[in-house]
Nanobody
């Protein structure tokens, strides 16, 4: 089992930035970020392969968010820039123990508890 712990969420003004971190207790391969706003479905945000050679972003965050990882620290990051009020959500980190970059939540094996991002206008 791998435990994932997110941090870095908070309240920020529109146009501001946050960096989310996801600390894993063990080895992971593909890691991803998903988000869920009240009354809405869980939404894919970004994913990254073990070697960081492959990344995939939702169209809604391309050019604004950047996913990265440091395998020596077993940590993944999501840099959120140019934040908009509709980015407000609980952001969850997820990990796969094998496989390729994937936007399907069902493909992930482990999930963190989430960190809340609130963007005010």
């Amino acid at each position: 089992q791998v435990q994932l712990v997110e941090s870095g969420g908070g309240l920020v003004q529109a146009g501001g930035s946050l960096r989310l971190s996801c600390a894993a207790s063990g080895r992971t391969y593909t890691m991803g970020w998903f988000r869920q706003a009240p009354g809405k479905e869980r939404e894919f945000v970004a994913a990254i392969s073990w070697g960081a050679g492959s990344t995939y972003y939702a169209d809604s965050v391309k050019g604004r968010f950047t996913i990265s990882r440091d395998n020596a620290k077993n940590t993944a990051y999501l840099q959120l820039n140019s934040l908009k009020p509709d980015d407000t959500a609980v952001y969850h980190c997820a990990a796969k123990t094998s496989g390729s970059v994937d936007a399907d939540a069902a493909a992930y094996d482990y999930w963190g508890q989430g960190t809340r991002v609130t963007v005010s206008s």
